[in-house]
């Protein structure tokens, strides 16, 4: 799930275009808010040869933010069992079986989905002094991924933009402040990349990330404004090429008296359209499978995946796989923001 494949058009593709601009509101163009559609991703491991080889591979559940899970099953007659990791459902596979076969484990599902969307409304948020002490110590913090410090909020050079957004007792109008800085000095910028993603400190410098690098260097900057914050890992769910597909996607989640989604990864060049379309937004389009629970080991288990031990004289192949079939389209709306804030699907 490292890496987001499409060039990040993506995000913006259901509301991109605004159709109506007057005194009270902004209306974007229609788009799905409501879908159902099954899912089933893992993993193909390939083996040729002579030996044995063990399997250890661990593949978190589908969790939609606004939605429900309408039926779930494994694939794969091999030995599993299902596990509760911090806030996440997982199933685990730990089995031995002889080289020269095709593998397939994995999840299937038939999921629906629904756009959440919350006001524009600084308003009845939580004061930053108020923020609960234990959401703090957990989501505040530095965090690795193994051996990687990936979130460092109390670097001078966090600290230093934290500063530049100017001083408020609300939590989401910084949480509002700090997205918008990040909406005005990086880019999304697809690349190929090793296992784990950047630091927030790389991605400072580069000015530039994918998506889940993006995404960690907002979760830093809040963490340092002492606004707790944290990874969310999932799927987009695209229509491209006469079908449909899920593409592996990561985005953050900000602590303002409530758990608040944040897309990361938009493009537009136009930041109040950035912030009417992914502060506080989680379309329905996206599906969430991992949500961080704020420890190293958490965070460093969603880029696990899968872990073959193999003997000499095997070789071994092993690919990710994601399939998305019967999508339909439940419910179709356009997103409005009003003037005052309000923001609404009609």
């Known amino acids: 799930m490292r890496r987001c ?125 108020k923020i609960d002490e234990d959401l703090k110590r957990r989501f505040c913090g530095k965090q690795r991924i193994d051996d990687l410090v990936v979130i460092h909020p109390d670097d001078p050079m966090i600290r230093d933009v934290v500063g530049s957004v100017g001083a408020s007792n609300n939590s989401f109008e910084i949480a509002k402040r700090l997205f918008r800085w990040l909406k005005r000095n990086t880019k999304y910028s697809h690349h190929d990349g090793g296992k784990f993603p950047q630091t927030d400190l790389q991605t400072l410098n580069l000015g530039m990330g994918d998506c889940d690098d993006l995404s960690i260097l907002y979760i830093s900057l809040c963490r340092s404004a002492g606004i707790p914050a944290r990874l969310v890992k999932g799927y987009l769910i695209r229509e491209m090429d006469g079908g449909y597909r899920a593409i592996p996607h990561a985005w953050a989640e900000v602590y303002v008296g409530s758990w608040l989604p944040v897309e990361c990864a938009g493009t537009s060049e136009d930041i109040d359209v950035e912030v009417h379309q992914d502060f506080g937004i989680e379309t329905a389009n ?61």
């Open 5 to 129: 494949i499409i060039l990040m058009f993506v995000i913006i593709f259901l509301l991109s275009g605004c159709i109506d601009i007057a005194d009270r509101e902004v209306r974007y163009r229609s788009a799905p808010i409501s879908l159902e559609f099954s899912i089933s991703y893992g993993y193909y491991i390939n083996s040729s040869g002579e030996g044995r080889l063990v399997i250890d591979c661990l593949i978190f559940l589908p969790k939609p933010l606004n939605g429900s899970v309408l039926n779930l099953s494994i694939i794969g007659n091999y030995s599993h069992e299902e596990d509760v990791i911090g806030d996440n459902q997982a199933v685990r596979w730990n089995f031995s079986e002889e080289g020269g076969k095709k593998i397939k484990i994995g999840v299937s599902a038939r999921v629906r989905t629904s756009s959440f969307a919350t006001d524009l409304i600084a308003e009845g948020y939580v004061d930053m002094s």
């Open 286 to 346: 996206h599906l969430r499978v991992y949500v961080d629970d704020g420890t190293d080991e958490n965070l460093s288990l969603s880029s696990r995946g899968v872990m073959v031990r193999y003997e000499k004289g095997l070789e071994i192949d092993v690919e990710p796989f994601v399939e998305v079939k019967d999508v339909e389209i439940l419910e179709v709306g356009s997103l409005v923001v009003r003037k005052n804030g309000e923001r609404l699907y009609i």
